[in-house]
């Protein structure tokens, strides 16, 4: 492929996802992102989170990192899937038992704004 070809192919494409973005997010807020309008069980919201924190970059780069550290990767693999365990079972219950939708609510309720 040429070289135009492919800018305009990569333009398209974030013209698109920009469509998209703009029609599925008329009615968006912060509450629907984070807990799905309290209308979501909390584990979709939680599948839900741990998909907005994978992207693009991370199947990208992996691979090669992965190659250069002989799979030393794989722990930090492990340190996710425990985080997310941990997200999963104590911070969102958490959220949803106090009307929250972020760790930001929860901290100033608990310490103040100045936290």
Known sequence: MKPLAILLLIAAYFIILLI???????KANSEGFFIGNRRSPWIVVAI???????????FISVPGWVVDSQFSYLQMVFGYLAGYIVIA????PLYYRLKLTSIYTYLDQRYGQHS
Request: aromatic share 4%; net charge neutral.
């Open 48 to 58: 839900g989170m741990i998909g907005a924190s994978l992207s693009g970059v991370t």
């Open 20 to 26: 998209i973005g703009w029609i599925t997010g008329r």
């Open 89 to 92: 079972e104590i911070l969102l």
